[in-house]
């Protein structure tokens, strides 16, 4: 029963530790000087071998917290991704539906004003008119929509030429100059150039919102097996740490960033200071 009670105990100051925020270096730590004052105490006699074996079963157990930990991490990355590209599906099913059958219905409205346009009366011609203007402007706002739930371009062309369709309607929308440079040769799976188009159409929406910011650059390369992106404007910036600890704020979107990059296993970096700008570089990993 001893040896129970010492390995619950072992789990018990995982899950503290645990609970605390301490990583797994800092459980090391404190085992290895656990070890180092028991090795000091022991008497010749002792088997240090049995010790020895007992502190391993003890160290073990006390890091089953964390295994447990990293195995939801897992499941739960697993079921982000899933439902990213169930969201994606959905939006696309959405967009699609958006462009074409509202087109159509759009079409199907004008044909139907212009075989009554000859059988009304003249002075009833320009009210005529009139709806012609509403319906191109409910034309031009559904497929302004369309491509910005998921512009049919992204899934045709490829990642660079929805980014710069992306960035000259953001441009002409709020006058920001958006330059989209890139070194990119060929095309990626359709999940990674999914989850760096919507990183990046968010962090482009946070820097309209927020950073006050006359130019953006987005840089676009491939690093060795990683996919990079540099977003950088030039715009007030912000205390990133503070930020980025207040998670419970969400603020500037990044929560929504990270969950997005969690689900493709990418990372994002972010640097700015108040006064200075800020860049957000962005990495995916397009080989195992």
Not at 19 to 44: C, F, N, T, W, Y
Not at 107 to 113: G, I, Y
């Amino acid at each position: 029963m001893g040896g129970e009670d010492a390995l619950r105990s072992a789990y018990e100051i995982g899950r503290t530790a645990l609970a605390e925020g301490r990583g797994v270096l800092d459980m090391a730590a404190m085992h290895h000087a656990s070890i180092m004052r028991a090795l000091q105490s022991m008497s010749p006699s002792e088997n240090l071998m049995q010790n020895l074996g007992r502190t391993q079963e003890f160290f073990s157990e006390s890091l089953s917290p964390y295994e447990i930990g990293h195995r939801g991490f897992q499941d739960a990355t697993s079921v982000l991704r899933r439902l990213n590209e169930t969201l994606e599906q959905e939006i696309q099913r959405i967009a699609h539906a958006v462009h074409d059958e509202a087109g159509q219905l759009l079409f199907a409205a004008r044909l139907a004003m212009s075989s009554v346009a000859h059988d009304i009366d003249p002075s009833l011609q320009g009210r005529l008119q009139e709806v012609g203007a509403i319906l191109d402007q409910v034309e031009n706002q559904l497929r302004r929509l369309s491509h910005e739930l998921r512009p049919t371009i992204l899934d045709d062309l490829g990642l660079v030429p929805a980014l710069e369709f992306l960035a000259n309607s953001i441009s002409k929308r709020v006058g920001l100059s958006i330059r989209i440079q890139s070194s990119l040769k060929h095309r990626y799976d359709q999940k990674i150039e999914t989850a760096m188009y919507r990183v990046i159409q968010e962090a482009l929406a946070n820097v309209t919102k927020h950073a006050h910011a006359k130019n953006v650059e987005v840089r676009l390369t491939r690093v060795a097996k990683y996919l990079h992106c540099l977003v950088h404007d030039d715009g007030v910036g912000f205390d990133a740490p503070y930020v980025l600890s207040c998670t419970g704020r969400g603020g500037l979107g990044l929560i929504g960033i990270r969950e997005r990059l969690n689900a493709v296993g990418g990372t994002v970096q972010i640097d700015s200071m108040v006064g200075r700008g800020t860049k957000l570089l962005v990495k995916i990993a397009v080989e195992k």
